[in-house]
């Protein structure tokens, strides 16, 4: 059964970039044809779809934030990344890694798929 954990900073500072880790076992990430995503849900609010890198490597983002955010991988380590540049406040969010939702609306996400625990990413001075 595939897990996966996220990691990274819990503070950062606005304008700063947001650099997050997900660790995968049990499954490698360029298996087949499975997608590796990055969704947040902000204090309050709905979760948020952010992009995904797939099994062959290609990207894809959601368009309000593709300016500022790449999600990369390192295949040596089974691990995919995000950063996310000139934060502001309004990132201030749990971040998820998952592997298979392409799209969310609401609280709920499509394909429910395999989600890490959440790490909780504060931007503030």
């Known amino acids: 059964q595939v897990q996966l954990q996220e990691s990274g900073p819990g503070l950062v500072k606005p304008s700063q970039t947001l650099s997050l880790t997900c660790t995968v076992s049990g499954g490698s990430i360029t298996t087949s044809y499975y997608y590796w995503s990055w969704i947040r849900q902000p204090p309050g609010k709905g979760l948020e779809w952010m992009g995904a890198?797939?099994?062959?490597?290609?990207?894809y983002y959601s368009p309000s934030l593709k300016s500022h955010t790449s999600i990369s991988r390192d295949t040596s380590k089974n691990q995919f990344s995000l950063q996310l540049s000139y934060v502001t406040p309004a990132d201030t969010a749990v971040y998820y890694c998952?592997?298979?939702?392409?799209?969310?609306?609401?609280?709920?996400?499509?394909?429910?798929?395999?989600w890490g625990q959440g790490t909780q990413v504060t931007v503030s001075s």
């Open positions: 890198i797939a099994y062959d490597g290609s990207t």
């Open positions: 998952a592997r298979d939702p392409g799209y969310c609306s609401g609280y709920v996400c499509y394909p429910p798929g395999s």
